[in-house]
């Protein structure tokens, strides 16, 4: 069975750090992973989305990576907002035609003091 | 509206009343999923549906739940009898296509349960 891990659960710096969010799992056949945010009383939002053939994908200021083979990725957030305070959810979709569901990480609690 | 929706957003029951969940996803969406996340944790997987036709069930913990999708646009989750271990944040989601060319997951605001 797919597990997903995060680390670190908590996170809080102080604005304009860059900073890194790590993410595992234990399967390495997957289809896809995803980067989500969600704030306080909302859903998610996708924030990139990286298909199992590619290393990274970049929009803005987070650039997120992806080693298949180790079971690893990383959300790299640069020049830190309080406005990017939320939880961070990485998830992975399975290499499996009948395992369309996302797998979650437990997420990143994330406070960015102004 | 553009994206998913959900009502209602908060629900209160006491514990062995029947409570139902509805999602609106996303027009022409056909793929349409349930998750369930508890305080403090991430999201867990409970049925995925293909149009009408629910292909995965795999993830829901008792069949005291059990959801619907009858014309393939509107979902509702029901839990029979609830208890308080079904305290939660229940997520619905849906995506443009299917199978393996299921594409990202657009998610609504989420309904929080509570049972007390």
């Known amino acids: 069975k797919q597990e997903v891990t995060q680390i670190p659960a908590a996170l809080s710096v102080p604005e304009g750090e860059n900073l890194v969010l790590n993410c595992s799992f234990t399967d390495s056949a997957i289809y896809n992973l995803q980067w989500f945010r969600q704030d306080p009383g909302k859903g998610l939002t996708s924030l990139l989305l990286?298909?199992?053939?590619?290393r990274e994908q970049t929009s803005g200021r987070l650039n997120a990576s992806l080693d298949k083979s180790s079971g690893r990725s990383t959300l790299y957030i640069a020049a830190s907002q309080p406005g990017d305070s939320a939880t961070y959810l990485c998830a992975v979709k399975e290499d499996d035609n009948a395992g369309n569901m996302l797998t979650f990480g437990g997420g990143t609690r994330l406070m960015v003091k102004p | 509206g553009a994206g998913v929706s959900q009502s209602p957003r908060y629900k209160v029951a006491k514990r062995g009343q029947d409570v139902a969940l509805r999602c609106d996803p996303i027009?022409?969406?056909?793929?349409l999923f349930w998750y369930q996340q508890a305080l403090g944790q991430g999201p867990e997987f409970l049925t995925y549906f293909q149009n009408e036709a629910q292909l995965d069930k795999s993830g829901l913990p008792s069949d005291r739940f059990f959801a619907e999708r009858p014309e393939g646009s509107v979902s509702t989750l029901k839990i029979q009898r609830t208890q308080q271990e079904d305290s939660a944040v229940y997520l619905c989601a849906s995506s443009r296509g299917f199978g393996v060319f299921t594409d990202t997951q657009y998610f609504g605001p989420g309904t929080r349960l509570t049972v007390l």
């Open positions: 027009s022409g969406h056909v793929s």
């Open positions: 990286i298909q199992s053939s590619q």
